[in-house]
């Protein structure tokens, strides 16, 4: 892929420079068993186009070498890189090795502005084409480094840094009110759905196992479907916690995976099977022609008034741990449909039910706009790198 700048554009200082030398690639390997550091950072933990990492876990969680990281350095998701999985460390810690440490070059490339440089499309972009392989198409480092991109000069650098930082601090405030959003959401969960962690039902609530009160909802299609029927698919990696749906995909019946089978409809729950310690839950309210996949036990309650609370009750940390009990398997620990359909839900009385529900609406409206604000700072970041970090003429041919 030829880059040309044109004579003004080599004239204002605009530069073309390989990866490597403005990052280098950090590979100090780390046995988990082996190590005093507390924290780990796999490639779950890292949210898309995002530089914060606000989840984390522990080196006991893992095994197999992982790569050394400290704070300031760049975890590069280089599995599957159309994830478009950056981020700046602030800990001491070790991460997945399915990722690059990478560190700032200085020199033609400004300190600060190199998590940004990746994030932008041009980069992103260049490292899906270059990934290998079908199944988990990967980046080498070596491949990665000889890639060239246009680079502005560094005056210009030190405004589009300025800008950047401006919107990231007004997205990081955005988030600290989601996150708000989202622990309030979760502790009225577990304050009223309880899931039996030892704890009494509430006054005017009666607890109950999941199959008291709801269907396991097995309706599948058949062999016999219309090989042109057209469906709004649902897959695991499809649900976010809580209950955020990324995409549904549009699919026919001939043209969908094999696991493409459990039908849904209006006020049903579907609850992930595969790792539910991820928390894979979503809530359908207006389901039409909607499929998920066999790694969701569907759950349909016996009272339609109780439908969202179902989903509510699936939101609770007791639910996520008592289900991450019962998991079987290693490379895809799951749970059986039983298994789900037999953990406690606290329900309250039919009468005081709205006022419950108005509370859990309210938080997750707010949750869901707060959502939406910080998907759009991503948007407009994504387009304003674009356009500063993309020489005005010439460009990549």
């Known amino acids: 892929m030829a880059i040309e700048l044109s004579e003004k554009q080599i004239k204002d200082g605009w530069q073309i420079v390989k990866f490597g030398e403005i990052a280098k690639n950090i590979s100090k390997r780390v046995e988990p068993s082996e190590t005093d550091l507390e924290v780990y950072v796999g490639l779950e933990h890292l949210d898309p186009q995002s530089l914060r990492i606000t989840r984390r876990g522990v080196p006991a969680d893992v095994k197999g070498q992982k790569l050394r990281v400290r704070p300031g350095q760049i975890i590069f998701g280089k599995r599957r890189a159309y994830q478009k999985k950056v981020a700046v460390a602030d800990f001491e810690g070790i991460c997945s090795a399915h990722a690059m440490v990478l560190e700032e070059v200085v020199g033609k ?50 405004e589009i840094l300025e800008v950047l930082e401006k919107l990231e601090d007004a ?34 609530f009666t607890r109950y196992r999941l199959k008291d009160v709801c269907k396991s909802n097995t309706k599948s299609l058949g062999t016999k479907t219309d090989p042109g029927y057209q469906f709004s698919y649902v897959d695991i990696s499809s649900c976010t916690y809580p209950g955020q749906l990324t995409s549904l995909e549009k699919l026919t019946f001939k043209g969908a995976p094999s696991r493409a089978k459990r039908v849904v409809k209006d006020g049903d729950t579907l609850v992930s099977t595969v790792r539910p310690n991820h928390q894979a839950t979503c809530y359908f309210e207006n389901a039409e022609d909607v499929i998920g996949s066999t790694g969701f036990t569907v759950v349909t309650p016996n009272d339609k008034a109780y439908s969202k ?71 407009f970041r994504s387009l304003l790198m674009q356009h500063l970090l993309l020489p005005n003429e010439g460009g990549v041919q």
């Open 171 to 204: 997205e990081e405030k955005t988030v600290s009110c989601l996150n708000s959003s989202l622990c309030a959401l979760r502790r009225l969960a577990d304050y009223a759905c309880n899931n039996d962690r030892g704890k009494d039902p509430l006054p005017e």
């Open 309 to 379: 609370w179902v989903f509510y009750c699936t939101l609770t940390k007791q639910f996520v741990h008592n289900l991450s009990n019962l998991m079987v398997g290693t490379s895809f620990p799951a749970v059986s449909d039983d298994d789900i359909m037999v953990q406690h839900v606290d329900f309250p009385e039919k009468t005081i039910l709205p006022v419950w529900e108005d509370a859990f609406n309210r938080i997750y409206k707010s949750y869901n706009a707060l959502k939406l604000k910080q998907e759009r700072f991503s948007t």
């Open 109 to 158: 490339i400004i300190p600060g502005l190199l998590p940004f440089f990746m994030q932008s499309d041009m980069f992103m972009d260049r490292a899906v084409a270059i990934s290998e392989g079908s199944l988990s198409p990967t980046i080498k480092w070596k491949t990665l480094a000889i890639q060239e991109f246009p680079l502005p000069p560094i005056e210009r650098q030190k």
